[in-house]
């Protein structure tokens, strides 16, 4: 399950909201946002800890799926140029 799906899953039922999960992950609402959203890709140790939090249901390697497969996207948004 990407984190997208478990954070509003969870936001529809009245489980969890922006502050609680930011607040557990130790970053501010703003950066969750951007994961959320998928403007920002984590760093490995969020990562994993996005993994422990949501006690496996967010798998680190989902995240780096995704910004695999949309780092041309990424790149273009960081300014990051494609080693050849």
Do not use: W
Not at 57 to 79: G, P, T, W
């Amino acid at each position: 399950m990407d984190l997208y799906d478990y954070y509003y899953g969870l936001k529809k039922v009245g489980k969890l909201d922006t502050k609680q999960l930011a607040d557990k992950l130790g970053i501010s609402r703003c950066h969750l946002s951007g994961l959320i959203n998928g403007r920002l890709p984590p760093s490995f140790k969020l990562a994993i800890k996005i993994e422990r939090v949501t006690d496996g249901e967010v798998s680190m390697m989902e995240m780096f799926r995704y910004a695999i497969k949309n780092f041309d996207k990424l790149a273009k948004q960081y300014r990051i140029e494609r080693e050849k």
